[in-house]
C-alpha cells in the first residue's frame, strides 16, 4: 500500500484522537486523501502518509544535519538506558495509545516499539523536517503529523500516556488529552547531563557551564504533588563519529565560541555521561 493510502486509512480508523486545530471539533470524515470536520475544515494527507496540522509555517530551529545527526547517535544506542526507563512506566505497553510529544526525527519511539510498545502511537513535532524523516525511517512505527501543542489537533480523553521527552510542555494541554489515569511521562537533562561537554565548550563561562532543571521539577509536582521521579545516569563511550553527531546535535554548541569549538574538534571526547530526571504523574481526574 502507498503511504498516502496507509495514512488515510490509518485516519479512518483513528480519526477519534484527532482535532480540528483551527476550530477545535471533531473530524467527521476521512474524503479521498483529506480529513475534514463538522465546520468543512480539511486537512491533506501527504505522500509521506503524515498529516501537517499547522495553522502557520512551522518553525525549523533544528536542521535537517541536525536532525540527522540525531538519529545516527539514536542507533548507536545513546539513549536506550533512559528510553528504557521510560518503557518501564508506560501501563500496558502491548495496547496503550500514546502520543509522543516533540517526536522530532522519530527514533524514540522507534525504539520503543521494537521494545514492545505496540498500540496506537502518535508522533508529532512543529518542525516539518523532523516529521518527514521521522515518516521516511519509522513509518510502521507511528503516525507522524506536524502540529504545534498551542493548537491542539488532538481530542480530549484520546490518549494512555504522552511521552515528554526533552520537549516542551503544557501540562493543562497534557491533562486534556489524557484518559483519565494517563500518565504523562517527562524526561527533562539533570545537572551532569552531558558535563564533560559542557565542561569542554565552556570552560570559562560558569553560567553556560552549569545546568539546573530545579524549575522544571518544582513546577511538574506543582502540578502534579503525587508524582514520582527517577534519576537515570549512565555514560556513553564515543567515538570519533559519534562525538561529530552529539557535537551536531546538541544545543550546547550553538553558544560555544569558535575557540571552543576548534579545541573540542582537535580533542574529541572518549566518552559522555548522560544524566536525567524521569517525572512521571497520572491523570487524576
Ligand atoms: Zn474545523
Same mark, same amino acid.
Given at each position: 500500500?502507498?503511504?498516502?493510502?496507509?495514512?488515510?486509512?490509518?485516519?479512518?480508523?483513528?480519526?477519534?484522537? +484527532?482535532?480540528?486545530? $483551527?476550530?477545535?471539533?471533531? +473530524?467527521?470524515?476521512? =474524503?479521498?486523501? #483529506?480529513?475534514?470536520?463538522?465546520?468543512?475544515?480539511?486537512?491533506?494527507? #501527504?505522500?509521506?502518509?503524515?498529516?501537517? *496540522?499547522?495553522?502557520?509555517?512551522?518553525?525549523?530551529?533544528?536542521?535537517?544535519?541536525?536532525?540527522?545527526?540525531?538519529?545516527?547517535?539514536?542507533?548507536?544506542?545513546? %539513549?536506550? &538506558?533512559? @528510553? =528504557?526507563?521510560?518503557?518501564?512506566?508506560?501501563?500496558?505497553?502491548?495496547?496503550?495509545?500514546?502520543?509522543?510529544?516533540?517526536?522530532?526525527?522519530?527514533?524514540?519511539?522507534?525504539?520503543?516499539?521494537?521494545?514492545?510498545?505496540?498500540?496506537?502511537?502518535?508522533?508529532?513535532? $512543529?518542525?516539518?523536517?523532523?516529521?518527514?524523516?521521522?515518516?521516511?525511517? +519509522? %513509518?510502521? !512505527?507511528?503516525?507522524?503529523?506536524?502540529?504545534?501543542?498551542?493548537? #491542539?489537533? %488532538?481530542?480530549?480523553?484520546? %490518549? !494512555?500516556?504522552?511521552?515528554? $521527552? +526533552?520537549?516542551? #510542555?503544557?501540562?493543562?494541554?497534557?491533562?486534556?488529552?489524557?484518559?483519565?489515569?494517563?500518565?504523562?511521562?517527562?524526561?527533562?537533562?539533570?545537572?551532569?547531563? *552531558? $558535563?564533560?561537554?559542557?565542561?569542554? *565548550?565552556?570552560?570559562? =563561562?560558569?553560567?553556560?557551564?552549569?545546568?539546573?532543571?530545579?524549575?522544571?521539577?518544582?513546577?511538574?509536582?506543582?502540578?502534579? &504533588? =503525587?508524582?514520582?521521579?527517577?534519576?537515570?545516569?549512565?555514560?556513553?563511550?564515543?567515538?570519533?563519529?559519534?562525538?561529530?553527531?552529539?557535537?551536531?546535535?546538541? &544545543? @550546547?554548541?550553538?553558544?560555544?565560541?569558535?575557540?571552543?569549538?576548534?579545541?573540542?574538534?582537535?580533542? &574529541?571526547?572518549?566518552?559522555? /555521561?548522560?544524566?536525567? /530526571?524521569?517525572?512521571?504523574?497520572?491523570?487524576?481526574?
Amino acid at each position: 500500500m502507498k503511504k498516502i493510502e496507509a495514512g488515510s486509512l490509518y485516519l479512518k480508523q483513528h480519526r477519534n484522537i +484527532f482535532q480540528c486545530p $483551527i476550530c477545535k471539533g471533531s +473530524f467527521e470524515t476521512v =474524503d479521498g486523501h #483529506s480529513v475534514v470536520c463538522a465546520n468543512g475544515h480539511h486537512f491533506d494527507v #501527504s505522500k509521506k502518509g503524515t498529516l501537517h *496540522l499547522l495553522m502557520k509555517g512551522g518553525q525549523n530551529e533544528y536542521g535537517k544535519e541536525m536532525l540527522s545527526s540525531r538519529k545516527n547517535l539514536a542507533d548507536t544506542g545513546f %539513549f536506550y &538506558p533512559l @528510553l =528504557d526507563a521510560v518503557y518501564a512506566h508506560i501501563d500496558n505497553p502491548e495496547s496503550a495509545i500514546v502520543l509522543d510529544v516533540g517526536c522530532g526525527e522519530g527514533s524514540h519511539l522507534h525504539y520503543l516499539t521494537e521494545k514492545g510498545l505496540a498500540g496506537t502511537k502518535v508522533g508529532f513535532d $512543529i518542525s516539518k523536517d523532523a516529521i518527514q524523516l521521522a515518516a521516511g525511517n +519509522f %513509518f510502521e !512505527d507511528a503516525f507522524w503529523c506536524v502540529a504545534d501543542l498551542a493548537h #491542539s489537533p %488532538f481530542a480530549e480523553s484520546a %490518549f !494512555d500516556a504522552i511521552l515528554n $521527552i +526533552f520537549s516542551p #510542555s503544557q501540562y493543562q494541554e497534557f491533562d486534556r488529552v489524557l484518559k483519565p489515569g494517563g500518565k504523562v511521562i517527562k524526561v527533562v537533562p539533570n545537572a551532569k547531563y *552531558l $558535563i564533560e561537554l559542557r565542561e569542554q *565548550l565552556y570552560a570559562l =563561562d560558569t553560567t553556560k557551564r552549569e545546568y539546573d532543571n530545579q524549575q522544571v521539577v518544582d513546577r511538574f509536582y506543582e502540578i502534579y &504533588p =503525587d508524582a514520582v521521579s527517577e534519576e537515570v545516569i549512565y555514560t556513553v563511550d564515543l567515538d570519533e563519529k559519534s562525538y561529530g553527531w552529539l557535537m551536531e546535535m546538541t &544545543p @550546547l554548541s550553538w553558544g560555544a565560541s569558535e575557540e571552543s569549538l576548534a579545541n573540542a574538534a582537535a580533542n &574529541p571526547l572518549k566518552s559522555v /555521561t548522560v544524566a536525567v /530526571t524521569l517525572l512521571v504523574a497520572s491523570k487524576t481526574i
